[in-house]
């Protein structure tokens, strides 16, 4: 076994504590974490007399979720992993959708690993969370073991439900911080401003009273909200201005990188333009680095140093932006860039041409 396999196999076996169970349920959904999770405890228990087995629930709420199912079925064959598939019957009408999906899928989860002598479940995540993905790849990148630690403990029915999460510590955490897509959710309504940057600040740091709240001011300063801004609600702020208060926030921990899932997406296009101006020129004072996931092409081109194109949940291209965005390409990393509207004058009609030669077989 490898070095990094055998760190694997030690941080996993620890999350399970010394004595773990004869059999493991693993539910996964078929996106890039689930194969990180399969191989990780298929890893983490080679050879140690462990059964494995992986199930995926079906909500039948999306149309592209029985294509998840079987790609999550493969996954598990191709580890040796048995795999099935658990089906909700849907939504009666009544009631938050979202919740109960939630409870019909530790139900249908709990009963399943009844069913198959399985005191214990490891959840993988319910949708494609790219960030938790990356954050993954990073700490084992910098040496940190996959999955030291499982979070989130939860009993249903006498089942035992994981969730999995990297083990860093406090240090580790204020070094890597996170700037979230929707940034209406990513704070609480009920804290001022001042309140939401300064908890960084009394966590990692210590800080209290005046030296503090002189520190809130600095920020605000720094993402050119200035004065008046300390003691106000999230409901009081615009979209732009919500997501500058997340990026002070995120800068208030001192990081070496912060994480951009999505930051200007959920913005138009004049205030997208000056979020991406600010976060370059805190570049240079803050001395930090930034790892952007994102769809648009637009602000590919405008921010990045090296591009690396992903492709259900793998690393298809790799490099350097001029050398990424420079054919030759792969055929993923083709289609990604030539969906993307250029404008220029005869761009459409060569699209139209294009097609009309295709579909003619030329």
């Not at 598990?76 to 048995?82: E, H, T, Y």
């Not at 969730?163 to 860093?168: E, F, H, I, N, Q």
């Not at 050119?224 to 919500?242: C, M």
Request: proline fraction near 4%; charge should be negative; charged fraction near 25%.
């Amino acid at each position: 076994m490898n070095p990094e396999d055998l760190a694997i196999s030690r941080a996993v076996r620890a999350a399970f504590g010394e004595t773990p169970p004869r059999r493991i349920g693993i539910a996964v959904s078929g996106g890039g974490d689930s194969t990180a999770l399969l191989l990780s405890l298929a890893r983490g228990f080679a050879e140690t007399g462990v059964t494995l087995h992986a199930a995926t629930v079906d909500h039948g709420l999306r149309p592209e979720a029985a294509a998840e199912a079987r790609a999550a079925a493969g996954q598990a064959a191709d580890l040796g992993i048995s795999h099935d598939t658990l089906r909700w019957q849907g939504w009666d009408g009544a009631g938050n959708l979202q919740d109960q999906a939630r409870r019909a899928r530790y139900a249908l989860l709990s009963d399943w690993a009844r069913g198959q002598g399985i005191p214990t479940v490891a959840l993988g995540h319910t949708s494609d969370d790219r960030a938790e993905t990356v954050l993954m790849r990073l700490g084992r990148a910098a040496g940190v073991d996959g999955l030291a630690a499982m979070h989130r403990e939860r009993w249903v029915d006498g089942i035992r439900f994981l969730r999995p999460m990297l083990s860093l510590t406090r240090e580790d955490l204020r070094e890597l911080q996170m700037i979230y897509q929707m940034a209406d959710v990513a704070m609480n309504p009920r804290q001022t401003v001042g309140t939401i940057i300064g908890r960084p600040l009394e966590f990692y740091f210590g800080m209290k009273g005046k030296a503090k709240r002189e520190r809130i001011q600095e920020l605000l300063d720094e993402i050119e909200l200035g004065t008046g801004f300390i003691d106000r609600y999230p409901a009081e702020l615009s979209g732009g201005q919500k997501q500058r208060v997340c990026i002070a926030r995120a800068l208030a921990a001192k990081p070496k990188l912060i994480i951009c899932d999505e930051v200007t997406s959920a913005l138009d296009p004049l205030v997208a333009d000056g979020i991406l101006k600010l976060l370059l020129n805190l570049q240079k004072v803050e001395d930090v680095a930034y790892l952007f996931i994102t769809h648009d092409i637009a602000t590919v081109r405008a921010i990045a140093d090296s591009i690396a194109v992903m492709y259900q949940g793998k690393v298809v291209r790799y490099g350097p932006k001029s050398q990424v965005l420079s054919p030759p390409f792969d055929d993923y990393t083709d289609l990604l860039l030539s969906s993307v509207p250029e404008m220029r004058l005869g761009w459409l009609e060569e699209v139209i041409e294009h097609r009309r030669m295709e579909s003619a077989g030329n």
